[in-house]
């Protein structure tokens, strides 16, 4: 079985500021790690993802998050955020060794950027 | 190329009647996979399917269930509503390999009364 926690349900930043979501997961076997955001009203869009290689991945839009194997983390970080980063962010795994596409999530993390 | 398109966008049952959605995954697609999406149990995998197979299975009752066609287009039915079946149901689609990205259509708001 495998959970995921993220630790902040919301997070409020001023704009142009840091921000980092905190996501840690559990599981019996080796995963692989996604950040999903979600826009107002709308699905879930891939941010990013780790299957292996470095530990550090990147976003086109200026995200980057660390797979830290010993504290079995994966937070989310960005050096300085813009309005439009406003949206709800996810953290999820899935068993690596799976066939398909079985995402478990966690609570998600909303962000709002204030001007 | 269109994206994942679900139908209806809003749906108000009552309790006790059964509902079925539609999912249009991207064109060449053929794994659509779907999600619970609450405010207190958060996003919620249900069932996925590939080529007409159902490839993994969440931990929802029987009362859910899915299917998928020949062209990909799946459908999930929920019968014998209840209130906390009220949810957000976001569909997503992908070529078939294993964890590979999602593309999530904006989903079917469905309220229980």
Redesign the interface.
């Known amino acids: 079985a495998q959970s995921v926690t993220q630790l902040d349900s919301q997070v409020p930043v001023f704009e142009e500021a840091p921000v980092e979501l905190r996501c840690n997961y559990s599981s019996s076997v080796s995963v692989y790690l996604f950040w999903y955001v979600q826009y107002p009203n709308q699905g879930l869009q891939l941010l990013l993802k780790y299957l292996s290689g470095s530990t550090l991945v990147e976003s086109i839009n200026g995200f980057e998050a660390e797979f830290n194997k010993s504290q079995t983390s994966f937070h989310l970080r960005k050096p300085s955020v813009h309005i439009s980063d406003t949206a709800e962010y996810f953290c999820a795994v899935s068993d690596m060794g799976a066939a398909g596409n079985k995402l478990t999530f966690g609570g998600g993390t909303r962000v709002l950027v204030k001007p | 190329k269109a994206g994942?398109t679900q139908t209806p966008r809003y749906l108000i049952k009552t309790r006790g009647q059964q509902v079925t959605l539609s999912c249009s995954p991207i064109s060449g697609h053929r794994?659509v996979?779907w999600?619970q999406q609450t405010p207190g149990q958060?996003?919620?995998?249900l069932f996925?399917y590939?080529s007409e197979t159902q490839?993994?299975k969440?931990n929802f009752p029987g009362r859910f269930s899915g299917r998928q066609f020949s062209n990909s287009r799946s459908e999930m039915n929920v019968s014998t509503l209840e209130l906390g079946d009220s949810a957000l149901y976001?569909c997503?689609s992908?070529a078939g390999q294993?964890?590979?990205?999602?593309f999530?259509?904006?989903?079917t708001q469905l309220s229980v009364l």
């Open positions: 994942v794994s996979s999600y958060g996003l919620q995998f996925e590939f490839r993994n969440g976001l997503a992908t294993a964890n590979e990205k999602l999530f259509g904006s989903g």
